[in-house]
């Protein structure tokens, strides 16, 4: 039996391999309760085999994704404080 990795890491994140899916889409869905069988619904692209391998390799790492995943948020949440503050300087009526 071979080892099949599902997931690699480019532009500074994670992704199901072969894809422009990100695991953060599997890994929010998983945290939210959903199976498997139902993330494959809104990724029908992907194999459940996939969403399995990417459910696992999330699990196996977890501690380390948990924090990709935390300062994904943080740095979204910058940019995103940042394009209000230039909007509001651009638009001081808003």
Same mark, same amino acid.
């Given at each position: 039996?071979?080892? !099949?990795?599902?997931?690699?890491?480019?532009?500074?994140?994670?992704?199901?391999?072969?894809?422009?899916?990100?695991?953060?889409?599997? %890994?929010?869905?998983?945290?939210?309760?959903?199976?498997?069988?139902?993330?494959?619904?809104?990724?029908?692209?992907?194999?459940?085999?996939? +969403?399995?391998?990417?459910?696992?390799?999330?699990?196996?790492?977890?501690?380390? +994704?948990?924090?990709?995943? !935390?300062? /994904?948020? %943080?740095?979204?949440?910058?940019? /995103?404080? /940042?394009?209000?503050?230039? /909007?509001?300087?651009?638009?001081?009526?808003?």
């Amino acid at each position: 039996m071979t080892d !099949k990795s599902y997931i690699e890491q480019r532009d500074g994140g994670y992704w199901i391999k072969g894809t422009r899916i990100s695991l953060d889409s599997i %890994v929010y869905a998983f945290r939210r309760g959903a199976a498997p069988e139902t993330i494959r619904r809104s990724f029908p692209l992907l194999s459940l085999e996939e +969403i399995y391998g990417a459910i696992t390799f999330y699990l196996a790492h977890e501690p380390e +994704i948990d924090d990709y995943l !935390k300062q /994904a948020e %943080v740095e979204f949440e910058s940019q /995103a404080n /940042a394009r209000r503050e230039k /909007a509001r300087t651009a638009n001081p009526e808003l």
